[in-house]
């Protein structure tokens, strides 16, 4: 079965500093990895996706992500943090499971960017 | 605005009634997804459509629940005898590429 691990509930950073979002992930097989943002009272939005080739890929907002397979692990980064960037992020795989492609969801970290 | 839309955006219901939650996707997607999410998780699956066929369904969707969509288009969810455990959030997305999913505000049943 396949999953996804957001080991912080929460991550606190100073304006203008460095974040990173954690996220791990089990799969059989290639991963499609994703993050998505969901601000409040407002749906989720896609940031940024993994496929293939770049283990670097940007995304919406000044966000990145960095794939590494052998960590299995696809953790979420931004150079210098907004007051605006506040908000809840959730990390997804997706893979084939029961021949099918399945979506599967991280329980969400709650991002405080704090002035 | 061309994004998915739900209805209605908040449902309050009695425990024992019956829902109905519609979910219109993007036009051009013809990948439809359902997902509830409660408080402090992450959305959790329902079930999928491709085009107008029900591909699969998550064991969270008991007998009580049954969703359609068809013509491949709008999709309804329908929430039979309702107990309290099915307050929730219940979203719906849509896609043309798997995963890439555009997400709906959601509807918030509250079962009382």
């Known amino acids: 079965a396949q999953s996804v691990a957001q080991p912080e509930d929460q991550v606190n950073v100073a304006e203008g500093n460095p974040l990173t979002v954690k996220c791990t992930y089990s799969v059989s097989g290639n991963p499609y990895l994703f993050w998505y943002v969901q601000y409040p009272n407002r749906g989720l939005q896609f940031l940024l996706k993994y496929i293939t080739g770049d283990n670097l890929v940007k995304g919406s907002y000044g966000f990145e992500a960095e794939f590494n397979k052998s960590q299995t692990s696809f953790h979420l980064k931004k150079p210098s943090a907004l007051v605006s960037d506040s908000a809840l992020y959730f990390c997804a795989v997706r893979a084939y499971s029961g021949g099918y492609q399945k979506v599967t969801f991280g329980i969400g970290t709650k991002l405080q960017v704090i002035p | 605005d061309t994004g998915v839309s739900q209805d209605p955006r908040h449902k309050i219901t009695k425990r024992g009634q019956n829902v109905t939650f519609r979910c219109d996707p993007i036009?051009?997607?013809?990948?439809l997804y359902w997902y509830r999410q409660t408080l402090g998780q992450g959305p959790e699956f329902l079930t999928y459509?491709?085009?107008?066929?029900?591909?699969?369904k998550s064991r969270l969707l008991s007998d009580r629940f049954s969703a359609e969509r068809p013509k491949g288009s709008f999709s309804t969810l329908e929430i039979q005898r309702t107990e309290q455990g099915d307050s929730a959030m219940y979203l719906c997305?849509?896609?043309?590429?798997?995963?890439?999913?555009?997400f709906g505000q959601g509807t918030r049943l509250t079962v009382v």
């Open positions: 997305a849509s896609s043309f590429e798997p995963g890439e999913a555009f």
């Open positions: 459509f491709q085009n107008e066929a029900q591909l699969e």
């Open positions: 036009s051009e997607h013809n990948r």
